[in-house]
């Protein structure tokens, strides 16, 4: 018996029965020789944060446009507190946190540069529209490895498929064909917004945009006056609901899930659609509209020529535009519109 094999064991003898088991797995885009001593998630897991595109988040923005202050999220940042939570629900159910941490660590990798301001942008540029979880599952399918793709599991790339929410999505108790198929990608899901409704608080407040008074009252009575409280109780709740529910499906309370959506929405009109990131959005459509006519304009210099034979200039000014981080295409924009100082040859 391998390594590889006595771990898939242990997942069969230590993991709940609705778990999703490595060994289990509906398999790979292209088959490939299993591993000696890593499960197939686990191995997916390495190849996600191995990936040019992880590291990329690093310097692509959640909620503040490049911010200058070191303690504010970057997607990076996000990316790990929603691995955290996710891994800390499984844990607890018995679920399999290799696949809820691959899955959390890989759904934000299609993000734009500029956040969701440059998610809208792009969707009004590019023919046919553009989304970021569609854009995640092309970078594990295709564009990453020299465009061979990570060739993940099944359910990995269902996860990151599925993970999205929107402003008016629930975190929970979405229908069949609306959510991932593994429990485990649905905790990926309900982790996300556990993560982001409090790390997005806390990040408004630090820049000035929110004080503690203009927290909503209903909400945090509920969920707790501080982010580590009401990451508890919601983390918390879930477990529990979810143990009651006999595993069949994550769910929340309807109080709890309530308080969460009604942050949430407090979030979309105090923060990410006040007049301040509005008028940031226009900036980043001047940006990425200018980069997105330059670049089809000339596209030698900068896209894949692979893709542009294969499935034209729009597709790959998309992976172009879209896999920029907010610096990259700060500056790509500086060197093609903005003219340098002019300096006199002759030294005077
Ligand atoms: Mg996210």
Known sequence: MTIREQLEERERRTLAPQAAKSAD???????????????????????????KAFRRLKHKTQVFFAPTGDHYRTRLTHTLEVSQIARSIAKVLQLNEDLTEAIALGHDLGHTPF?????RVLNTLIPGGFNHYEQS????????????????????????ARHSKGRNGMPVGADAGHRASTIEGQIARVADIIAYVNHDIDDAVRAGLLCDKD????????????SSERIGRMVTDVVV???EGGLAEIRMSDRILAA?????????DAVYENALATAEFSKAGGILGGLWAKVRESPEGFLDHRTIEEEGLDAAARDFVAGMTDRYA???????????????????
């Open 241 to 243: 609901q979810t143990l």
């Open 115 to 119: 956040g969701h301001a440059g998610e």
């Open 137 to 160: 599952l092309r970078i594990v399918d295709v564009l990453e490895n020299e465009r061979r793709g990570l060739n993940l599991t099944w359910e990995v790339r269902d996860g990151i």
């Open 25 to 51: 797995t509906k398999g790979r885009l292209r088959p490939e020789p299993e591993d000696g001593i890593r499960p197939a998630f686990q191995r997916d897991r390495d190849r996600i944060i191995h990936c």
């Open 215 to 226: 927290l909503p009252e209903e909400q945090l009575a509920v969920l707790g006056r501080s």
């Open 330 to 348: 700060v500056n790509l924009y500086e060197q093609l519109f903005i003219p340098k100082p002019w300096v006199s040859l002759r030294g005077i």
């Open 260 to 268: 969460t959506v009604g942050l949430r929405s407090f979030l979309f």
